[in-house]
């Protein structure tokens, strides 16, 4: 598991209590893992203290999976 | 395939509050020494007991269970018809069927409450009082009355030296409800039933039947080997209830073993070290062994001193025919 | 379909309190006069007048999941925590959720969120406002999470008056079901406001108790020595039902909501009319919708925030409303154990009244030391006193800032 993923696993653990082992890079926010817009808003505000990297709103439709956000944030850093 | 409900689990429980019942008649040590060519002065330096109480005529296991419990529900600020479960434990109910249970919740206006007996002899209690947490932990069951109860004078052989001294008649209740924190310790229990014949009836029902011109069946101790086995293993059992308490004597306020002998109460007390500052239930002095009853009547006589302040733990341990033992700590009330 | 005969009962019964995290142990520590005032540790306090409170027994964490948890302010985490254990102890009744509804009440609302947002919006920008805060700071939030969680469809109100909001709430689903909008209702109110500025807020008032070197006193209604109420926080929830739908499915009934009387002082924003008018009018509206008279009654759960004022208006109209029955009447002040609910107050203290109506027993008002001989009221203290059996009823006073008077009536079953 790549540190972003790690990482970003941790958020989503934190937000939502998806079990860490489930959050994998296939899974849709939306659709597998229970993140509804509002929680969506606090997993990006998490990302971007985390990592350092800023996030816009009109890039959140576009992460539609695990691991596009992985993606994005490691090509941001 | 349908799906069955389940009832929401809670917290803990806690023993909202003590009441019990002592016959008036008092039987001193030289009422009972003639029968068993005995004297005061064995009698107490043998068992610690100085007097103990017997029914009156006509006077019944149910009659002392209803008193007791409805002082125990006066005094918890509780509704009978909340108590959804009645326990009493007791060998002496004089009836193979029914069990007393169902009456002294009805008498008591219980009527919303299950009932059953249940035989644990000395450890009835602490059995009843571990089944009482598990039921309102669980959600089986909002309030439980828990009842100890014994009129041994029924069952116990005036002339028999082993047992004729030791026995009494009494009740004693608690009424346990649901906490929002953990009041009822884990209950340690268990049973070793390779030991049964150490204190038994001296026949059965059966045989009796056969041989209506025997004498009634009544109760018979190895008086020695109990004691061994009470000293060597009551302590062990102690620690392990504090153990998976998460507490050491220490914490405790009060311990309130069974009221067997003042002897064994003694060598527990000092195999435990137990600190200067805990109280130790000593009952057995002036109301003799009354089994099932004894810890309840105990702490409800403590309790009565103001001895116990409210909130302070206190290890109960309770251990009898069977033979049978269970043990816990509780969060006074 | 308003049908104003149609018989409202409680069926279930919820709190969490300073007292205790259930209503067992609340109703344990009430007759046992148990405080649940402590100190306020945090460090934001040391320069406040006022350095202490009722804060609830258990923490919601500890009974919460945590997920859940981030996501409500504290008065809803409250107000959940009361509304589930009132629901599965009235065994969970099985209903068209269009037939459910919810009236939950709040005095002040999820003013914590707020105030930690608008510290995050200072520190950190406009950005690092939590998505939620607007859910967590609105009034109606607790009354909604508590919609969601049970699936009720038939309305979900909040009512707003101050300390008057948890009993107001009540009232207002003892009408719901009256008026034949829902035949289920969970009612209640919850407060968790205790920050900083509602302390300093209250204090500037002159309203709150200053007792810091001795806290678990400092609540004592009814007591010459009484200098301000105490802010307290906790919910209490109840499951409202017709009595009907109560019957049909074999429900343990503990009383029957027989009416609710709401007036308003009309005298002053904050202060009470000495007098007690309004009060006393809200006492009578609701003896005459029960059809009862004052020889019926035989407890008072008192409003009795320990205020030198409050306590006395309040006493003067139970006396003019009671008359000679009055000195038969076992009153109690139990914001001397819990502290002031603010808009949990009156449905904790209606969950009280109810167990006192039930069980028969009346719990104590703690900290009566010096009676003021200008109450003149049958206090309950030192020991709970038993009330008589029979048909009876009790009242649960509520009255909040803005002049808003509610009286509730509970009667036997």
Known sequence: MSQTLEGLAAIVNEVAGTPIEDITAEKSFVDDLDIDSLSMVEVVMACEDKFGVSIPDGEVKNLRTVGDAVAYIDAQS | MPTLNSVPVRVGSRVLSTGSYRPDQIVTNDDVAGLIDSSDEWIRERSGIVERRRCAPGESVTDMAVAAGAKAIAKSGIAPELISMVLVAT?????????????????????NAAGADLGAACAGFCYSLGLADSMIRSGAAEYVLVIGVEKFTDFVSPTDRGT???FG???????????????????????????KDLITMSQSWSEYRLEPRDEFPYVQMSGQQVFRWAVSEVPKIAMRTLEASGVTVNDLTAFIPHQANMRITDAVVRALKLPEHVVVGRDIETTGNTSAASIPLALDRLRQADQLPSGGLALLIGFGAGLVYASQVIELP | MTDSTRRVVVTGL????????DVATTWAGLLRGRSGVRMLEDERYTDLPVRFAGQVAVEPLEVMDRVEARKLDRCQQLALIAAREAWADSAQPDLDPERLGIAFATGIGGIVSLLDNYDTLLARGWSRVSPMSVPQLMPNGAAAWVGLDLGAKAGIHTPVSACASGAEAIGYALEMIRSGRADVVVAGGTEACIHPITIAAFAAMRALSTRNEDPTHASRPYDLGRDGFVMGEGAGALVLESA?????????????????????????????????AGAARAMRLALEGAGASPTDVIHINAHATSTPQGDIAEATAIKSVLGTSVDDVAVSGTKSMTGHLLGGAGAVESVAAILALHNRIAPVTANLENPDPEIGLNVVSGEPRKLRDGDA?????????????????????
């Open chain 3, 393 to 413: 009823v009790v009242l649960n006073n509520s009255f909040g800032f803005g002049g808003h008077n509610v009286a509730l009536i509970f009667r036997s079953v």
């Open chain 2, 164 to 166: 004729a001294f030791i």
């Open chain 2, 91 to 111: 060998v002496t109910h004089p009836y193979q069927t029914p069990a007393a249970a169902p009456e002294v919740a009805f008498r008591l206006g219980a009527i």
């Open chain 3, 244 to 276: 009907e739908h109560a019957a049909a499915r074999g429900a343990r009934i503990y009383a029957e909501v027989a009416s609710v009387g709401m007036t308003a002082d009309g005298h002053h924003i904050a202060q009470p009319d000495p007098e007690g």
């Open chain 2, 169 to 195: 008649d009494g009740a004693g209740a608690a009424l346990v409800g649901p906490s929002d924190h953990t009041g009822v310790g884990p209950t340690l229990w268990g049973a070793d039933g390779e030991q």
């Open chain 3, 14 to 21: 919820g709190a969490t309190t300073p007292v205790g995290g």
